[in-house]
């Protein structure tokens, strides 16, 4: 669903991603980890070009990105996106948040674009919030409206850049819980993320950045158990031992 071959990007002098080579096939979900500053994020929003490369090959359900125009909107369209702020617009309720998209961008009919928007909003356990304006939720639920909002798009592939990052820890639980029923229903997911608890219950595979290169990428068990690079090892003596 995803294939990146030599994909290098710069922020001027600083080369945040080297030729990155990473492939996730369609119903597997892949976890991003690393460092901070290891590029994982750059990672993830290069591949519906909201960063553009340098130099390399990404291919979408078998497509090169396109650069701009409608091409372009049509694979933001089929690639769900959910980001560490929850873009929400402050203006609508969170089934208007929710039906927008499909509405303006798919061309679904009002009714049917709210079936689905209440759908989506039970899916992610917050239907009795629709009437709400964003700034009435919680954070956890704010972003599982995020998450319905991408949802309502039929995306072919759900983007996740550190979503839990911005919430308080008790509010966690309930964004990873629906991050984990989509992986079990078979989404393809790429996921950026601090959490190994979603990493070892989730994942396919575990993808470990530095410095802007994949080290190892590995079953969520080898990975953990056994990590082969003295970075990785490193990198989990730190953040396992608490």
């Given at each position: 669903m995803i294939h990146m071959t030599g994909v290098n990007k710069h922020f001027g002098p600083l080369h945040v991603l080297?030729?990155?080579e990473l492939t996730v096939p369609t119903g597997?979900?892949?976890?991003?980890?690393?460092?901070?500053?290891?590029?994982?994020?750059t990672l993830?929003?290069?591949i519906n070009r909201l960063e553009s490369i340098d130099s390399g090959r990404i291919e979408v359900d078998g497509k090169p990105l396109p650069a701009e125009g409608r091409e372009l909107a049509r694979l933001r369209a089929d690639v769900g996106m959910v980001f560490q702020s929850f873009?929400?617009?402050?203006?609508?309720?969170i089934l208007e948040n929710v039906t927008l998209g499909p509405v303006k961008v798919r061309g679904m009919k009002a009714d049917e674009a709210r079936k689905l928007g209440m759908e989506l909003l039970e899916r992610?356990?917050?239907?009795?919030?629709?009437?709400k304006h964003p700034a009435q939720l919680s954070g956890g639920q704010q972003q599982r409206a995020a998450i319905a909002r991408a949802l309502a798009m039929k995306p072919k592939v759900?983007?996740?850049?550190?979503?839990?990052?911005?919430?308080d820890p008790e509010m966690i639980t309930e964004v990873l819980d629906v991050m984990?029923?989509?992986?079990?229903?078979?989404m393809t997911m790429l996921v950026v993320?601090?959490?190994m608890g979603f990493a070892r219950r989730a994942a396919d595979r575990v993808v470990f950045m530095a410095d802007g290169q994949v080290v190892e990428d590995a079953t969520p068990e080898s990975f953990f158990q056994n990590p082969e690079s003295d970075r990785a090892k490193d990198f989990l003596s730190k953040i396992l031992a608490h």
């Amino acid at each position: 669903m995803i294939h990146m071959t030599g994909v290098n990007k710069h922020f001027g002098p600083l080369h945040v991603l080297r030729d990155v080579e990473l492939t996730v096939p369609t119903g597997q979900v892949v976890v991003v980890i690393g460092p901070s500053g290891s590029g994982k994020s750059t990672l993830c929003r290069t591949i519906n070009r909201l960063e553009s490369i340098d130099s390399g090959r990404i291919e979408v359900d078998g497509k090169p990105l396109p650069a701009e125009g409608r091409e372009l909107a049509r694979l933001r369209a089929d690639v769900g996106m959910v980001f560490q702020s929850f873009n929400l617009f402050a203006h609508k309720t969170i089934l208007e948040n929710v039906t927008l998209g499909p509405v303006k961008v798919r061309g679904m009919k009002a009714d049917e674009a709210r079936k689905l928007g209440m759908e989506l909003l039970e899916r992610v356990g917050i239907a009795n919030q629709a009437d709400k304006h964003p700034a009435q939720l919680s954070g956890g639920q704010q972003q599982r409206a995020a998450i319905a909002r991408a949802l309502a798009m039929k995306p072919k592939v759900m983007l996740f850049d550190e979503p839990t990052s911005a919430l308080d820890p008790e509010m966690i639980t309930e964004v990873l819980d629906v991050m984990i029923s989509l992986a079990k229903d078979g989404m393809t997911m790429l996921v950026v993320t601090h959490e190994m608890g979603f990493a070892r219950r989730a994942a396919d595979r575990v993808v470990f950045m530095a410095d802007g290169q994949v080290v190892e990428d590995a079953t969520p068990e080898s990975f953990f158990q056994n990590p082969e690079s003295d970075r990785a090892k490193d990198f989990l003596s730190k953040i396992l031992a608490h």
